[in-house]
């Protein structure tokens, strides 16, 4: 590939996507229900200029669901840098998924009606974020970056059944409340993860967990 190749490959990938931002800003906008011609309205483009950049709608959705991610991903950032005590740490975890599932509602359902796996091969947008989340957080498990080496034996099933239970709990109180807030949630799932990491690993791990960061707060 030549340079002026690679140029024109970089201008159409920048160019998809500012559309995709666009398609999103349009998703808050409208809803989940949106349509192609309110995305296009939103990029300031036609529809057949809409999809000059996507080979159809389906790999519109699909980079619309990869970009969601990523901005999901960014907003968990306590748990890619752990600092202070464990549980703390997850605390502000799942405070940020909560505030960013309230934050992006109209968006996270639009992924929930069309991001759904095409094939056994592929992936929707929640089980993606779910599974890169879930691998983050085993292998801090596994290398003590959370202040305790845990076996691996241990820390996959714990990592992929605390951040499924918060997904899910998540899920369920975005479409039905019943009348809990964001910081009532938090703290309810924060106390419920916490007793399944007790549970898992036992009181040993936990009491030296429960001393990581101690020092920087006294």
């Known amino acids: 590939m030549d340079g002026r190749t690679r140029r ?12 995709v931002d ?25 529809r057949p200029g809409l999809y000059r950049h996507f080979d159809g709608k389906d790999d519109l959705q699909a980079a619309i669901a990869a970009r969601s991610v990523e901005r999901l991903v960014t907003e968990l950032e306590p748990v890619w840098r752990p600092s ?17 599932l309230s934050e992006h509602a109209n968006v996270y359902h639009y992924l929930k009606r069309n991001s759904l796996p095409s094939s056994e091969e592929s992936e929707s947008a929640s089980t ?38 918060v997904d899910a709990a998540a899920a369920h109180w975005l479409d ?15 106390e419920a993860c916490w007793a399944v990491i007790r549970v898992s690993v036992g009181s040993r791990v ?11 707060v006294s």
Do not use: C, F
Not at 138 to 148: F, K, N, R, T, Y
């Open 8 to 19: 024109w490959a970089g201008h159409r990938e920048a160019r998809r996507l500012e559309l």
């Open 84 to 100: 202070g005590k464990p549980r703390e740490m997850l605390e502000r975890a799942i405070s940020a998924h909560l505030r960013w």
């Open 128 to 165: 993606n974020v779910r599974g890169v989340v879930s691998a983050h957080v085993a292998q801090m498990l596994v290398d003590g970056s959370l202040g305790a080496e845990i076996p691996p034996e241990r820390a996959h099933p714990l990592a992929y059944g605390v951040v499924g239970m």
């Open 206 to 216: 936990v009491e030296a967990l429960d001393q990581v960061g101690a020092e920087s």
């Open 176 to 190: 039905e409340p019943h009348g809990a807030d964001v910081g009532a949630l938090g703290a309810q799932l924060t």
């Open 22 to 46: 666009a398609a999103v800003v349009a998703i808050e906008e409208h809803g989940p229900e949106v349509t192609t011609e309110q995305i296009a309205t939103q990029a300031g483009v036609s």
